[in-house]
């Protein structure tokens, strides 16, 4: 993440690859990396029942997000995860010491890459597309998510909704989009395998991709539908450029 450089907290500018082709703002959690790759990290804890209690922690996670959003009553993304992980804990009747807390926390930041990621990003990257993160993660935790995941380099810059306090679907998180200078006129692009992101996103006015990281997900059945809906990376490249991408190397 070093071809993106601040012009300061409330912008960036594109620097150092010719004019970009669009920008492409992708989601973390649930697009880039996996959260439920949690679930082996859980095994030590909560034993059996460790897939459910990944589930229910990216449910609750999710769900305190949305609740603050609406309720103008901010805590950020790493405080969100924390009070879904203590609820896990107290709804599945095992406890967690201190220990076991930031045991956890720490391996949240070492969710895995989808397989489809690293190829994906790179083809995107050489047609000149402007690469982004746009999170409701904090800007450290998603670097460090990313950078863990082997996939940061490929990203131009992080772009948190930590920045003014709030999450997604907020239309004030898919403004952060217009802060990056030197893309103007350009296209803009949402990718995520969250079908609430996608939906905020078309509410903004910007173009997005569903990612449909499961098969057996719906998407909901609102007047905003995705622009394109793929399975993997390598197939929204296909659908936005063709051939133009080119091939992983």
């Not at 996670?61 to 107290?90: G, I």
């Not at 201190?98 to 890459?113: D, G, I, S």
């Not at 746009?134 to 450290?140: A, D, I, K, S």
Request: hydrophobic residues 40%; negative net charge.
């Amino acid at each position: 993440m070093n071809r993106l450089e601040s012009g300061g907290r409330g912008s960036f500018e594109v620097s150092g690859r010719g004019a970009p082709r669009g920008v492409i703002a992708l989601d973390v959690y649930g697009t880039l990396v996996d959260p439920a790759g949690i679930a082996l990290q859980l095994g030590k804890t909560f034993g059996s029942q460790a897939q459910s209690a990944a589930q229910l922690w990216r449910e609750k996670q999710l769900e305190y997000t949305f609740r603050r959003a609406l309720m103008h009553k901010y805590a950020d993304f790493d405080t969100c995860t924390l009070h879904a992980l203590r609820y896990v804990s107290t709804s599945l009747e095992v406890r967690l010491d201190e220990a076991a807390e930031r045991a956890l926390l720490e391996a949240y930041l070492h969710l895995p890459a989808f397989p489809d990621v690293r190829s994906g990003l790179a083809r995107l990257s050489r047609a000149r597309h402007t690469l982004i993160a746009l999170t409701n993660g904090t800007e450290h935790s998603a670097r460090t998510v990313l950078q863990n995941a082997g996939i940061a380099e490929l990203l131009e810059a992080v772009l948190s909704a930590d920045r003014i306090r709030t999450f997604k679907p907020d239309p004030a998180v898919y403004a952060l989009l217009d802060s990056i200078g030197g893309a103007e006129g350009q296209p803009r692009w949402l990718v995520s395998g969250n079908p609430f992101d996608v939906i905020g996103a078309k509410a903004a006015g910007v173009k997005a991709a569903w990612l449909r990281r499961d098969p057996q997900r719906s998407f909901d059945p609102w007047e905003f539908s995705a622009d394109l809906v793929v399975r993997t990376l390598e197939e929204f490249c296909d659908e936005l450029e063709g051939t133009e991408c080119g091939h992983a190397q």
